[in-house]
């Protein structure tokens, strides 16, 4: 007797919507790291000792790239985990765009407090 090989039905929708979030995904977290370049502008207007709004904007900055990572490690592993438990996938490139967006909007928030 052979043992039947384990298929799982994949949903045409939940195909579609997880390459749809995987590019929204991508662009977001392109946006979010080239608009975190400009954080470094924050002390252009500054003539004297700004030392504090530069260590801010670079702060700023890391914490758009790590969570830009953040986003992608979940949106990846995310996925990758759900597909091997035959879930449903797409939830997960939504959530590492949630992510990789809300951190830059920290990012930029931290930023505009700072202006000298």
Do not use: K, N, Y
């Amino acid at each position: 007797m052979t043992v039947p090989s384990r298929t799982t039905h994949r949903s045409t929708a939940d195909a579609v919507g997880t390459a749809l979030l995987a590019l929204v995904q991508a662009v977001v977290t392109f946006g979010a790291l080239m608009l975190s370049m400009f954080f470094a502008m924050a002390s252009d207007s500054c003539f004297e000792d700004c030392r504090q709004v530069e260590r801010t904007a670079a702060g700023a900055t890391l914490l758009v790239w790590v969570a830009v990572a953040t986003g992608l490690v979940v949106a990846i592993g995310g996925a990758v985990r759900a597909d091997r438990r035959g879930a449903t996938r797409c939830v997960w490139p939504l959530l590492g765009s949630l992510i990789a967006a809300g951190g830059f909007l920290v990012g930029l928030a931290i930023v505009s407090s700072t202006a000298p």
